[in-house]
């Protein structure tokens, strides 16, 4: 049974990897993820560009573990020297845009749930969520299914782990800042220039740490990623524009990091753009987390963001592939991490379930 859902699961992500599917414009791959459950005879429903079913056998009594991966993804970088749209396999690997992010997490979990979909009698009820608009934490994704699909109790979410246990997740704010000082003309004396008051809020910025270290996810990393300032030569500009990217530790929630900031950082205004995408985390004595440890897999703090953000649950990342790929030039997963992943997904859910 589990090489014929090996099997299905590749040949749907080869369908996945040549049906363009940037966030928001899911339909064609979630028409591939229907026929998908089709073939399985299981029973979905979908929900805009977002697939979902729960197990044949569910129970209300019994709580509810979410299998949740996404199949947007998004542009292809101008590095790409494969089809990002053709699905091509070399030397073991399958090439094509959301092989790694997350298309084979996504196939892999498909299969996990399909091997436990007729069991009766389990621990947890399942519910999987093929979700949409991940890449751009749109409004149309995993968030908008929380009040859809059953209650969830625990999650796994699937992204490129190399199939060790993300036991916890930095969150993300960014904001938008304002560095201001007195326009002039360039040949005129000014000693507020926005640009020159603008050096030392960097340096502020750059030496700036957050109190708080978390033993999973380490220190809160602040960084400045743009600056824009100025439209002529001739003219010093009233303002300089900043926006600062803050991965926030499970030692603080969204909201304690923008309060910190607008207090003390030396700009004139300091915005969020949003406090949604908070860090997440999962006990390590957690059933899930020990049935991992138990089957040889590691345990580590993830840096980057994924549709965890959204959940209230405990939740776990994990999948086949590696994070390093993701987004990158002819991305790729290896055959074998995807056979790999879908035998550790069942026998960590065998534990539990």
């Known amino acids: 049974m589990i090489d014929k859902l090996t099997t299905r699961a590749i040949q749907l ?8 599917s940037f966030s928001s414009e899911e339909d064609k791959t979630a028409q591939h993820i229907e026929q998908w459950f089709s073939h399985q005879n299981i029973a979905f429903k979908r929900t805009k560009n977002n697939i979902w079913a729960t197990n044949k056998y ?28 053709k699905a091509i396999v070399e030397d073991g690997k399958l090439y094509g845009l959301g092989s790694n992010d997350a298309g084979g997490c996504l196939v892999s ?12 009698n389990l621990n947890y009820n399942l519910v999987i969520v093929a979700s949409a608009e991940e890449e751009s934490s749109g409004n149309n994704g995993l968030n908008s299914m929380l009040s859809v699909i059953p209650k969830v109790d625990v999650a796994i979410v699937g992204e490129p782990t190399l199939m060790n246990l993300a036991v916890a997740e930095k ?10 000082g007195t326009p002039s003309h360039a040949a005129h004396p000014n000693d507020d220039n926005a640009i020159y008051n603008t050096i030392s809020v960097l340096e ?31 003219a010093v500009p009233a303002d300089v524009k900043l926006v600062v990217d803050v991965r926030v530790n499970d030692k603080y929630t969204n909201q304690e990091i ?11 205004h300091i915005i969020p ?30 840096p980057t963001l994924s549709d965890q953000a959204v959940l209230s649950c405990p939740s776990l990342k994990l999948g086949p592939g590696d994070s390093t790929r993701s987004h990158s030039a002819d991305e790729f997963i290896h055959i074998n991490e995807i056979e790999e992943g879908i035998k550790i997904y069942i026998e960590l859910l065998e534990k539990v379930l």
């Not at 992500?13 to 363009?20: Q, V, Y």
């Not at 750059?206 to 743009?226: E, H, M, P, R, W």
């Open 13 to 20: 992500l080869k369908a996945l990897i040549e049906t363009p």
């Open 58 to 85: 569910f129970d209300d009594s019994k709580p509810t573990l979410l299998l949740n991966s996404h199949h947007d993804t998004v542009k292809p970088n101008s590095g790409y020297t494969k089809n990002p749209f």
């Open 109 to 120: 979990l498909l299969a996990a749930f399909g091997y436990f979909y007729n069991k009766k």
């Open 171 to 180: 969150g993300l704010v960014v904001f938008d800042a304002v560095v201001k």
């Open 204 to 234: 502020w910025f750059k030496n700036y740490t957050f109190d708080k270290s978390s033993q999973a996810l380490g220190d809160v990393k602040l960084t400045v990623t743009q600056i824009n300032a100025g439209q002529q030569h001739n």
């Open 258 to 268: 923008v309060a910190i900031l607008q207090k003390e950082a030396p700009c004139d």
């Open 273 to 302: 753009r949003s406090t949604k995408l908070n860090s997440s985390s999962i006990p390590i004595d957690h059933p899930l987390v020990i049935a991992g440890i138990e089957i040889g897999r590691s345990t580590y703090g993830s």
